[in-house]
């Protein structure tokens, strides 16, 4: 079993939709998780960052995690064009490492 | 103006051949990491490094070997054992560990003749 799973999609959706990418982990000790999005031939970029259980909003963005399911959210509310790009979830403890998901394509369409 | 640079961002080699891909961060950065890319397979970890003059081998170490004499570089030689060795390869670096962000580089990608 990976530690972290995640559907790769693709996901295509209308501009303005409401986008759930989700993950799940099969780690107990992980208390640390990203989510990076990643547009095509480029480097990830860090997205989202939250500690333990518990949401996070950041502009259009929120992040959830429930350690009690080990289940990682990400919502795109009124999604754009440019949010089209792949979306990669990880998570990590404090032995030196994360581990990523294989991320999900998402294509948001005007 | 700080981050991460690799070069180059294309590779191409013959089968045979080694060849290292470069990774410099003037982040101050403890860590560094390296992860190879491949279509639906997300980021598998070749090796990383905490400190200067110690690295660990990641999921994916064999055919690969890495060097950290500075704290700012971080390359990764890919040897001829490396029997697929196509793919784009990302470095990344965070200030201590696995608790702080990773930064990533553009990439490079290597491509096998």
């Known amino acids: 079993q990976k530690e972290v799973e995640q559907d790769p999609g693709p996901l295509s959706v209308p501009e303005g939709a409401i986008v759930s990418l989700n993950c799940t982990y099969s780690?107990?000790?992980?208390?640390?998780f990203m989510w990076y999005r990643q547009y095509s031939r480029k480097g990830p970029e860090l997205l989202m960052y939250?500690?333990?259980?518990g949401n996070k909003e950041d502009g259009r963005f929120t992040a959830q995690v429930d350690k009690s399911s080990k289940y990682i959210s990400l919502f795109i509310r009124d999604s754009q064009p440019s949010d089209s790009a792949t979306y990669l979830c990880?998570?990590?403890?404090?032995?030196?490492?994360?581990?990523f998901g294989r991320g999900t394509q998402l294509t948001v369409w005007p | 103006d700080g981050g991460i640079t690799q070069s180059p961002k294309y590779l191409f080699r013959k089968e045979g051949q080694n060849v290292t891909l470069s990774c410099e961060q003037n982040?101050?950065?403890?860590?560094m990491y390296w992860y190879r890319q491949d279509p639906g397979q997300g980021l598998r970890l070749i090796y990383y490094?905490?400190?200067?003059?110690?690295?660990q081998k990641g999921d994916i170490a064999e055919g690969y070997s890495v060097s950290r004499e500075k704290k700012e570089s971080f390359p990764l030689t890919v040897t001829s054992a490396q029997k697929n060795p196509t793919a784009f390869y990302l470095c990344?670096?965070?200030?201590?560990?696995?608790?702080?962000?990773?930064?990533f580089g553009p990439g490079t990608r290597l491509t096998v003749l």
């Open positions: 990880a998570g990590g403890s404090t032995l030196g490492r994360l581990y």
């Open positions: 990344a670096s965070s200030l201590q560990g696995s608790t702080d962000t990773q930064y």
């Open positions: 780690n107990s000790a992980f208390q640390y």
């Open positions: 939250t500690y333990s259980s």
């Open positions: 490094s905490q400190i200067v003059n110690d690295f």
């Open positions: 982040l101050n950065h403890d860590a």
